[in-house]
Nanobody, 114 residues
């Protein structure tokens, strides 16, 4: 059973920055991990994917402002969000898959507002 622990989030001003983190426990395997977000009234969407073995990828619409990376600790990833906009307001979720099962973090609210 994989458990995902998220940290970070809260209130940021437009143009500000914020960092989210997520760690997966309960497995010895290096597993792919993903960031998703769900804005009010919208569907959940993919933000980034990361692996311990290769480069992390952010969706095209967020490249240049968001970066995702692993920090060398097994199954720990971060999402650095810069130049935040009000439309980045959403609940951000950590996601992982192992042996065909999908796991979700509890989600953390990011609010971008002045």
């Amino acid at each position: 059973q994989v458990q995902l622990a998220q940290s970070g989030g809260g209130l940021a001003e437009p143009g500000g920055s914020m960092r989210l983190s997520c760690s997966a426990s309960g497995t010895i395997f290096h597993i792919p991990m993903y960031w998703f977000r769900q804005a009010p009234g919208k569907q959940r969407e993919l933000v980034a994917n990361t692996t311990d073995e290769g480069p992390s990828t952010v969706v095209d619409s967020l490249k240049g402002r968001f970066t995702a990376h692993r920090d060398g600790t097994i199954n720990t990833m971060h999402l650095q969000m810069n130049s935040l906009k009000p439309e980045d307001t959403a609940v951000y979720y950590c996601n992982a898959e192992l042996f065909g099962r999908t796991y979700w973090g509890k989600g953390t609210l990011v609010t971008v507002s002045s």
